[in-house]
């Protein structure tokens, strides 16, 4: 079975300036990540364009989408995401002398790969695009309330029993006003959506 994953870019090498375009919606290789994995909960959306850009080099523009499962930083239950990105990659044909394992040095910001045979693996762009796609922090909402210090409760479910923790007198305005406005880390830094 072919993988659409990987492209015969044969009609484009043959003029500069030639393009194809397509969407392809496939399961991928599961890519673990810490406190879950992305591409296990569903298959991934990409839409392409491809250029050829002259010397049999190809220019890929791609717009991608996959689900990820995670453990929320806070609370610790897993939940699901979306995640989206737009990228671009350079394909250039391998050299007939060149290291069959070694790649092209990157050009800036934009990845270069190597193909061979008329064929241009997207594979490993897209691994690589939904690592950088990932939030640096896992909430699984916004608002979540995480778990008690001391026995270790869910908050999200609702208070735990724990007796309140005597306040520095001097820090009790604050102490009352995170209790009603809470702790305000995602407004700051932005977060996952659930």
Known sequence: MDDPLVIDVEPLTRQRGLQARGTVVTAIEPIPVPGGDIGARGPVRLQ?????????????????????RLTCDR???????????????????????????????????????????????????????????MPWKHLCRLGCRGLCPRCGKNLNEGPCDCADEDVDPRLAVLDLWLRQHGRGEEAEHGGSQA
């Open 75 to 133: 609370c610790l239950e897993p939940f699901e995401t979306d995640l989206r990105t737009r990228y671009e990659e350079e394909y250039r044909p391998r050299p007939v002398d060149a290291d069959p394992d070694a790649e092209p040095d990157d050009a800036g910001e934009t990845r270069v790969a190597y193909y061979d045979e008329h064929r241009v693996d997207l594979r490993e762009g897209i691994r690589q695009s939904l690592l950088l796609a």
């Open 48 to 68: 392409y364009r491809l250029t050829h850009t002259g010397e049999g080099r190809i220019w890929l523009e791609a717009d991608l989408a996959a689900r990820a």
